[in-house]
Protein backbone atom coordinates (compact mmCIF):
# COMPACT_ATOMS: atom_id res chain seq x y z
CA UNK A 1 0.00 0.00 0.00
CA UNK A 2 1.16 2.91 -0.48
CA UNK A 3 0.16 6.61 0.96
CA UNK A 4 -0.90 10.80 0.36
CA UNK A 5 0.09 11.94 3.23
CA UNK A 6 -1.21 15.61 4.55
CA UNK A 7 0.94 17.72 6.35
CA UNK A 8 -0.65 20.98 7.61
CA UNK A 9 1.19 23.63 8.33
CA UNK A 10 0.10 27.07 10.52
CA UNK A 11 1.00 30.63 8.29
CA UNK A 12 4.92 30.59 9.63
CA UNK A 13 5.18 34.01 11.32
CA UNK A 14 2.26 32.27 13.66
CA UNK A 15 3.90 28.80 13.92
CA UNK A 16 6.07 27.08 16.76
CA UNK A 17 5.07 30.26 20.13
CA UNK A 18 5.92 27.38 22.60
CA UNK A 19 9.61 27.86 21.27
CA UNK A 20 9.60 31.43 22.53
CA UNK A 21 12.44 30.23 25.37
CA UNK A 22 14.66 29.12 22.85
CA UNK A 23 14.00 31.29 19.88
CA UNK A 24 12.70 34.91 19.64
CA UNK A 25 10.05 36.24 17.10
CA UNK A 26 13.10 36.94 14.22
CA UNK A 27 13.94 33.03 14.29
CA UNK A 28 10.76 31.33 14.64
CA UNK A 29 9.48 31.29 11.20
CA UNK A 30 12.44 30.45 9.56
CA UNK A 31 12.32 27.06 12.21
CA UNK A 32 9.17 26.49 11.67
CA UNK A 33 9.95 26.56 7.79
CA UNK A 34 13.12 24.39 8.23
CA UNK A 35 11.09 21.80 10.52
CA UNK A 36 8.39 21.12 7.64
CA UNK A 37 11.21 21.28 4.58
CA UNK A 38 13.03 18.50 6.75
CA UNK A 39 10.08 16.59 7.31
CA UNK A 40 8.77 16.77 3.85
CA UNK A 41 11.98 16.01 2.06
CA UNK A 42 12.33 13.30 4.48
CA UNK A 43 8.32 11.79 3.84
CA UNK A 44 8.96 12.09 0.19
CA UNK A 45 12.21 9.68 -0.25
CA UNK A 46 10.22 7.13 2.00
CA UNK A 47 9.01 4.00 -0.32
CA UNK A 48 5.99 3.95 1.19
CA UNK A 49 4.59 7.95 0.34
CA UNK A 50 3.24 8.17 -2.89
CA UNK A 51 2.56 12.16 -2.22
CA UNK A 52 2.47 14.34 0.24
CA UNK A 53 0.32 17.19 0.30
CA UNK A 54 1.13 19.99 2.32
CA UNK A 55 -1.96 22.44 3.93
CA UNK A 56 -1.41 25.63 4.12
CA UNK A 57 -2.11 29.12 3.53
CA UNK A 58 1.74 30.26 3.90
CA UNK A 59 2.27 31.49 0.45
CA UNK A 60 6.47 31.66 1.47
CA UNK A 61 5.86 27.72 2.91
CA UNK A 62 3.87 26.70 -0.01
CA UNK A 63 6.38 27.47 -2.63
CA UNK A 64 9.29 26.48 -0.76
CA UNK A 65 7.36 22.77 0.04
CA UNK A 66 6.51 22.60 -3.47
CA UNK A 67 9.95 22.94 -4.72
CA UNK A 68 11.03 19.73 -2.42
CA UNK A 69 8.00 18.02 -4.75
CA UNK A 70 5.15 18.35 -2.10
CA UNK A 71 1.29 19.28 -3.36
CA UNK A 72 0.03 22.53 -1.77
CA UNK A 73 -3.77 22.59 -0.38
CA UNK A 74 -5.01 25.85 0.98
CA UNK A 75 -6.89 25.65 4.68
CA UNK A 76 -10.09 26.90 3.33
CA UNK A 77 -12.12 26.21 6.38
CA UNK A 78 -9.80 28.62 8.43
CA UNK A 79 -11.09 26.78 11.67
CA UNK A 80 -8.19 25.27 13.40
CA UNK A 81 -5.66 22.13 12.53
CA UNK A 82 -8.27 19.33 12.28
CA UNK A 83 -10.78 21.05 10.21
CA UNK A 84 -7.85 21.77 7.96
CA UNK A 85 -6.79 18.33 7.59
CA UNK A 86 -10.23 16.85 7.65
CA UNK A 87 -10.27 19.40 4.25
CA UNK A 88 -7.14 18.55 3.05
CA UNK A 89 -8.23 14.72 3.66
CA UNK A 90 -11.56 15.03 1.22
CA UNK A 91 -9.88 17.09 -1.18
CA UNK A 92 -7.03 14.62 -1.69
CA UNK A 93 -9.03 11.66 -1.73
CA UNK A 94 -11.68 13.06 -4.02
CA UNK A 95 -7.95 13.54 -6.72
CA UNK A 96 -6.57 10.02 -5.66
CA UNK A 97 -9.61 8.04 -6.20
CA UNK A 98 -9.79 7.04 -2.19
CA UNK A 99 -6.33 6.77 -1.66
CA UNK A 100 -4.84 5.96 1.87
CA UNK A 101 -4.16 9.03 3.88
CA UNK A 102 -2.32 9.74 6.44
CA UNK A 103 -1.75 12.98 8.61
CA UNK A 104 1.67 13.83 9.35
CA UNK A 105 3.31 16.50 11.51
CA UNK A 106 4.99 19.03 10.03
CA UNK A 107 7.58 19.68 12.98
CA UNK A 108 9.50 16.22 12.63
CA UNK A 109 12.98 17.36 11.81
CA UNK A 110 14.54 14.15 12.46
CA UNK A 111 12.37 12.00 10.29
CA UNK A 112 14.28 8.83 8.81
CA UNK A 113 12.02 7.60 5.44
CA UNK A 114 12.87 3.84 7.08
CA UNK A 115 11.32 4.90 10.38
CA UNK A 116 8.32 6.09 8.64
CA UNK A 117 7.60 2.86 6.17
CA UNK A 118 7.75 0.86 9.15
CA UNK A 119 4.73 3.35 10.68
CA UNK A 120 2.90 2.78 7.51
CA UNK A 121 3.31 -0.47 7.09
CA UNK A 122 2.15 -1.07 9.89
CA UNK A 123 -0.48 1.32 9.97
CA UNK A 124 -1.48 -0.45 6.69
CA UNK A 125 -3.21 -3.37 8.87
CA UNK A 126 -6.00 -1.29 10.28
CA UNK A 127 -9.23 0.76 9.23
CA UNK A 128 -7.85 3.92 11.19
CA UNK A 129 -4.33 4.06 13.50
CA UNK A 130 -2.02 6.38 14.47
CA UNK A 131 1.18 6.88 16.56
CA UNK A 132 1.65 8.97 19.45
CA UNK A 133 4.83 11.23 20.44
CA UNK A 134 7.36 11.01 22.44
CA UNK A 135 5.40 12.38 25.40
CA UNK A 136 3.36 10.11 25.23
CA UNK A 137 0.21 12.44 25.01
CA UNK A 138 -0.48 13.83 21.38
CA UNK A 139 -0.30 12.35 17.88
CA UNK A 140 2.62 12.41 15.08
CA UNK A 141 0.53 10.48 12.93
CA UNK A 142 -2.79 9.15 12.18
CA UNK A 143 -3.84 6.97 9.10
CA UNK A 144 -6.76 6.21 7.16
CA UNK A 145 -6.78 3.18 4.75
CA UNK A 146 -8.53 3.35 1.11
CA UNK A 147 -11.87 4.64 1.89
CA UNK A 148 -12.12 4.89 5.60
CA UNK A 149 -13.08 9.00 7.02
CA UNK A 150 -9.62 10.20 8.85
CA UNK A 151 -11.49 11.90 11.52
CA UNK A 152 -8.29 13.86 12.91
CA UNK A 153 -8.68 14.98 16.78
CA UNK A 154 -5.18 16.77 17.30
CA UNK A 155 -4.73 18.86 20.08
CA UNK A 156 -3.81 18.54 23.50
CA UNK A 157 -4.41 15.43 24.62
CA UNK A 158 -4.86 13.59 21.30
CA UNK A 159 -3.33 10.22 22.40
CA UNK A 160 -6.58 9.74 24.00
CA UNK A 161 -9.07 11.16 21.33
CA UNK A 162 -7.42 9.31 18.89
CA UNK A 163 -7.96 5.44 20.82
CA UNK A 164 -11.35 6.90 21.92
CA UNK A 165 -12.30 7.33 18.33
CA UNK A 166 -12.14 3.78 17.84
CA UNK A 167 -8.07 4.46 15.87
CA UNK A 168 -5.65 1.66 16.64
CA UNK A 169 -1.92 2.64 18.65
CA UNK A 170 0.80 1.35 17.00
CA UNK A 171 2.84 0.09 19.24
CA UNK A 172 6.35 -0.22 17.43
CA UNK A 173 9.81 0.47 18.70
CA UNK A 174 13.09 2.35 17.17
CA UNK A 175 10.45 4.68 15.42
CA UNK A 176 11.84 7.52 17.85
CA UNK A 177 12.41 9.49 14.29
CA UNK A 178 8.43 9.73 13.79
CA UNK A 179 7.70 10.74 17.47
CA UNK A 180 10.10 13.68 17.89
CA UNK A 181 7.98 16.21 17.55
CA UNK A 182 9.42 19.95 17.89
CA UNK A 183 7.28 22.08 20.50
CA UNK A 184 9.45 23.57 22.91
CA UNK A 185 12.86 23.83 23.40
CA UNK A 186 13.61 20.54 25.11
CA UNK A 187 12.01 18.78 22.00
CA UNK A 188 14.89 20.74 19.87
CA UNK A 189 17.02 19.61 21.71
CA UNK A 190 15.59 15.83 21.55
CA UNK A 191 15.44 16.27 17.59
CA UNK A 192 18.97 17.55 17.23
CA UNK A 193 20.41 14.35 19.25
CA UNK A 194 18.63 12.23 17.01
CA UNK A 195 20.66 14.00 13.96
CA UNK A 196 18.19 16.58 12.45
CA UNK A 197 17.88 17.47 8.96
CA UNK A 198 20.10 19.95 6.91
CA UNK A 199 18.04 22.88 6.97
CA UNK A 200 17.05 22.37 10.51
CA UNK A 201 20.35 21.97 11.29
CA UNK A 202 21.43 25.27 9.55
CA UNK A 203 18.37 27.02 11.30
CA UNK A 204 19.38 25.76 14.50
CA UNK A 205 22.98 26.98 14.44
CA UNK A 206 21.46 30.62 14.33
CA UNK A 207 20.08 30.33 18.02
CA UNK A 208 21.99 31.94 20.77
CA UNK A 209 24.28 29.86 22.34
CA UNK A 210 23.00 27.14 24.68
CA UNK A 211 19.71 26.94 23.15
CA UNK A 212 21.40 24.45 20.49
Known amino acids: MQWTLVVPLKPLPQAKS ?3 DTADDGLRPGLALAFAQDTVAAALGC ?5 VVVVTNDALAARELAALGAGTVPDLPRAGLNAALAHAATVVGAARRA ?3 AALNADLPALRPSELARVLDAAAEFPRSFLADSAGLGTTLLAASRGRELRPQFGVGSRARHRA ?5 LTLDAVD ?3 QDVDTGGDLRAALALGVGPRTAAAAARLPAGQQ
Open 47 to 51: PAVRD
Open 177 to 179: SVR
Open 165 to 169: SGAVE
Open 99 to 101: ASV
Open 18 to 20: RLA
